[in-house]
């Protein structure tokens, strides 16, 4: 492979160290951005040492600046920008007519907010360098169908896809494509605090919400971050280089689209 970049967010834990991980094996240089430095930082190490090329960077997704400093950073590190990763994004568990505003204005921030300013900061890097460029949204399950108690969340998981497929529209003539993986019921960090809080609301123990979940996917098993990255190392690979403005399910077998 010539040299490629690639720019994770949310690179810390979970799908976003998966997606990472993958595409370093892959051939990219690979920037980890992730709001706390120390996390993000020993990923990058686990990859300078089985011979890749890491490097981490402090940035918070709901911040504009951060998140074009987050390019420039990469670009002054590794010389150029190819590949943009928006995983960065947070869940909270509630009804609707529970939420508090507050959560709701952090999941908008972080989820919607961030990944617009991604699309934008990439956008302008691609074009900036006169090359192709290949930006990649973390959709859901929870994008093509809203989930009760996960009402919030599965507005800004529709919301990436809507922007997804308005970004793609602009950039195509750009040779930028834009595109989104949907996991289903990945075993993250993430899912264990869905469990602890369906857990509360529901008053059922620890693990329980999590198993009716995983009854329900057709493959009979959770997904690992490795499933998400297998789908994103072909995302970011010339092999997609003709599609774009797609949400494409990766769950195993929960939902039909
Ligand atoms: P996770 O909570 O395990 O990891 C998310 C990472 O993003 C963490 O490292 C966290 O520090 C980082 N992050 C959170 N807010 C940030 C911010 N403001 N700025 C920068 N980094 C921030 O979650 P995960 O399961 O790995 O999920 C990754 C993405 O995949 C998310 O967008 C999530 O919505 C999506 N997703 C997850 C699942 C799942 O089942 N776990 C399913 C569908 C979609």
Redesign the pocket.
């Known amino acids: 492979m010539t040299k490629k970049v690639a720019l994770i967010?949310?690179?810390?834990?979970?799908?976003?160290?998966?997606i990472a991980r993958q595409l370093a094996k892959d051939g990219f240089e690979v920037a980890l951005?992730?709001?706390?430095l120390d996390?993000?930082q020993r990923v990058a190490d686990d990859i300078n040492k089985d011979g890749g090329k890491a490097v981490a960077i402090q940035?918070?997704?709901?911040y504009k600046d951060q998140v074009f400093d987050s390019v420039k950073q990469t670009v002054d590190q590794f010389g150029q920008m190819d590949v943009f990763v928006n995983?960065?994004?947070?869940?909270h568990v509630a009804q609707i007519c529970n939420t508090e505003e507050e959560d709701l204005n952090k999941l908008l921030?972080?989820?919607v907010k961030?990944t617009f300013f991604g699309i934008q900061a990439a956008a302008q890097q691609f074009k900036k360098q006169k090359t192709p460029g290949k930006i990649i949204n973390?959709?859901?399950?929870?994008g093509h169908e809203g989930f009760e108690l996960l009402g919030a969340?599965s507005a800004t998981?529709f919301a990436i896809r809507g922007l997804t497929q308005a970004a793609a529209k602009e950039l195509a003539r750009d040779q930028i494509t834009v595109n989104a993986?949907?996991?289903?019921?990945?075993?993250?960090?993430?899912?264990d605090?869905?469990d602890e809080e369906m857990g509360q609301v529901n008053h059922v123990a620890k693990g329980e919400s999590l198993k009716e979940y995983l009854k329900g996917i057709a493959l009979g098993r959770g997904?690992e971050?490795q499933d998400?990255a297998n789908l994103v190392s072909f995302l970011a690979s010339e092999k997609a280089n003709y599609i774009t403005g797609q949400a494409i399910m990766v769950d195993g077998g929960i939902k039909y689209v």
Not at 59 to 62: F, P
Not at 181 to 191: F, H, Q, R
């Open positions: 967010t949310g690179a810390g834990q979970g799908i976003g160290e998966g951005a992730g709001r706390h996390k993000v940035s918070d997704v709901q995983n960065a994004g947070i869940a921030d972080i989820n961030g973390a959709s859901s399950i929870a969340y998981k993986y949907c996991p289903g019921i990945v075993l993250t960090p993430m899912w605090q869905i997904e971050p998400v």
